[in-house]
T-cell receptor, first 114, second 116 residues
Framework: KAGVTQTPRYLIKTRGQQVTLSCSPISGHRSVSWYQQTPGQGLQFLFEYFSETQRNKGNFPGRFSGRQFSNSRSEMNVSTLELGDSALYLC?????????????FGQGTRLTVV | SQELEQSPQSLIVQEGKNLTINCTSSKTLYGLYWYKQKYGEGLIFLMMLQKGGEEKSHEKITAKLDEKKQQSSLHITASQPSHAGIYLCGADKRGNSGGSNYKLTFGKGTLLTVNP
């Protein structure tokens, strides 16, 4: 069974640009969560989607948005990029996303904003 | 919010030695997850613990959740260089309605170095 696939693996963008990251969950998994990882803040929750609906959102500005498609694949978008958005963005896939559900992560997308 | 404290922050051991990493919360843990991460890469799922007193093992790694469900430990027996990496604990939080908040809160991680 294929794991969680994130594309692209690396991105370099300029301040002010926007970026779209993609996450394909494990087959059969319907929950996709997104996290931002930085050396200073560690892993922080961005949002979670299940059956195309956002069920929870972290404390990030509105420039960060996401969506999920009917095949459970998810995208996150960051508009008007800032230097501080440079981070490793990770998505996690799980069957239902609720309590006590095993969650598996992708390899991440390393975003560098210059 | 639920804070997870991991200790130690970093650990250097000689190959073959045993070690323990701790994860502590001031609130009850619902669904405690352990992951391993190589620098700059994704998180590798190790184990998930649900019940107080639960213990799980995989190869040379054992994780326990205490009876009060506020502390978990990860123990590695006879460490090897392949065990090196960052170990992260994460936990779900029960929402106001008693269900999930559908998000994991993570500790800052423990950096493990194993010297051959």
């Amino acid at each position: 069974k294929a794991g969680v696939t994130q594309t692209p693996r690396y991105l370099i963008k300029t301040r002010g640009q926007q970026v779209t990251l993609s996450c394909s969950p494990i087959s059969g998994h319907r929950s996709v969560s997104w996290y931002q990882q930085t050396p200073g803040q560690g892993l922080q929750f961005l949002f979670e989607y299940f059956s195309e609906t956002q069920r929870n959102k972290g404390n990030f500005p509105g420039r960060f948005s996401g969506r999920q498609f009917s095949n459970s694949r998810s995208e996150m978008n960051v508009s008007t990029l800032e230097l501080g958005d440079s981070a490793l963005y990770l998505c996690a896939s799980s069957y239902g996303g609720g309590l006590n559900t095993e969650a598996f992560f992708g390899q991440g997308t390393r975003l560098t904003v210059v | 919010s639920q804070e997870l404290e991991q200790s130690p922050q970093s650990l250097i051991v000689q190959e073959g030695k045993n070690l323990t990493i701790n994860c502590t919360s001031s609130k009850t843990l619902y669904g405690l997850y352990w992951y391993k991460q190589k620098y700059g890469e994704g998180l590798i799922f190790l184990m998930m613990l649900q019940k107080g007193g639960e213990e799980k093992s995989h190869e040379k790694i054992t994780a326990k959740l205490d009876e009060k469900k506020q502390q978990s430990s990860l123990h590695i027996t006879a460490s090897q260089p392949s065990h090196a990496g960052i170990y992260l604990c994460g936990a779900d939080k029960r929402g106001n309605s008693g269900g999930s908040n559908y998000k994991l809160t993570f500790g800052k991680g423990t950096l493990l170095t194993v010297n051959p």
